[in-house]
């Protein structure tokens, strides 16, 4: 009995898929713009309670926590893109 064509044609060698590139490393000023950004958050609440309100921003009133809490999570989404 006759054999098919295509029992002897020859495999072709395995070639692994190109491997992707390593994320670049971030910038030099990456992680102090963030330890900075959340320290200043930091210091925008601790000064709002310990001054009752009166600073940073007496217009502002309770949103001070707001601007505060805000680059304190600026700071912590910044840790994101960190590498």
Do not use: C, D
């Not at 600073?55 to 505060?68: H, K, R, T």
């Amino acid at each position: 009995m006759p054999e098919s064509r295509t029992r002897h044609k020859k495999k072709r060698a395995y070639i692994a898929p190109p491997v992707s590139k390593a994320p670049k490393a971030s910038p030099s000023w990456w992680a102090p713009v963030m330890v900075a950004v959340m320290l200043v958050g930091l210091v925008w609440v601790v000064v709002y309670y310990l001054s009752q309100a009166a600073y940073p921003i007496p217009q502002l009133g309770a949103w001070n926590l707001a601007v505060g809490f805000g680059l304190i999570l600026g700071g912590f989404g910044m840790t994101a893109g960190w590498r």
